[in-house]
Structure formats: structure tokens, C-alpha cells
């Protein structure tokens, strides 16, 4: 069983930033890609960054420039640090991980429980 916890999530003014935090624990042989995606009121969740265990990253053209996603992948943890903070960032944010458990099973996809993260004007 792996577990993915999220931290960091909170209430900030526009132009503000904020870091989210993310640790996978269990059964890990290795992770392959981390990211975060992310969920407002009434809309589908979408990708916001991810990142490969080389280290590549992909964003959103919407937080190209203001967000940076990063890992540890020797605390088998990723890191979003969120700058120039919008309302319409507003949303639940949720890590996911690509997680190979033993060496012999298949890599299985791991979230988390999501955490709030609220720009006000």
C-alpha cells in the first residue's frame, strides 16, 4: 500500500506564494514521474506540473513562470513552490505519483488526499 501526504495548502493574498509538500511512503521500489494537478469548483481536475525521476518538467502554460515543481527522490518527495499567486489559482491541489511497489509488479498511480489552496483579491 503506498500513501501519498500532502502539506502546505492554505489562504493567500494575490501576489502572495505558498509551497506544497508531498511524501510518498509504503511499499516503493521506485517512483517513476511525480506532479501536481489541480481541482476548482465546477471544473475538471487538470495538470498543473509534473516531473520525471531524470529531473524533466512539464507545466501548465497558465503557471509557466510563477510555479516550480521540484523533487527529492531521496525522501521520495515532490515540492511545488507556488509565486505571483492569482484567485483563478484557487483550487484543490492534488499529488499523484507513478509508483513501481516491488520489483516484479506494475507501476500503479498513487494520490493524494488534495489540499486547499485559496488566493483571495
Known amino acids: 500500500q503506498v500513501q501519498l501526504v500532502e502539506s502546505g495548502g492554505g489562504l493567500v493574498q494575490a501576489g502572495g506564494s505558498l509551497r506544497l509538500s508531498c511524501a510518498a511512503s509504503?511499499?516503493?521500489?521506485?517512483?517513476?514521474?511525480m506532479g501536481w494537478y489541480r481541482q476548482a469548483p465546477g471544473k475538471k481536475r487538470e495538470l498543473v506540473a509534473s516531473i520525471t525521476s531524470a529531473g524533466t518538467t512539464t507545466y501548465a502554460d497558465s503557471v509557466k513562470g510563477r510555479f516550480t515543481i521540484s523533487r527529492d527522490n531521496a525522501k521520495n518527495g515532490v515540492y511545488l513552490q507556488m509565486s505571483s499567486l492569482k484567485p483563478e489559482d484557487t483550487a484543490v491541489y492534488y499529488c499523484?505519483?507513478?509508483?513501481?511497489?516491488?520489483?516484479?509488479?506494475?507501476?500503479?498511480?498513487?494520490w493524494g488526499q488534495g489540499t486547499q489552496v485559496t488566493v483571495s483579491v
Open positions: 509504503g511499499y516503493i521500489f521506485r517512483i517513476n514521474s
Open positions: 499523484e505519483a507513478d509508483i513501481k511497489p516491488t520489483l516484479l509488479r506494475a507501476v500503479e498511480v498513487a
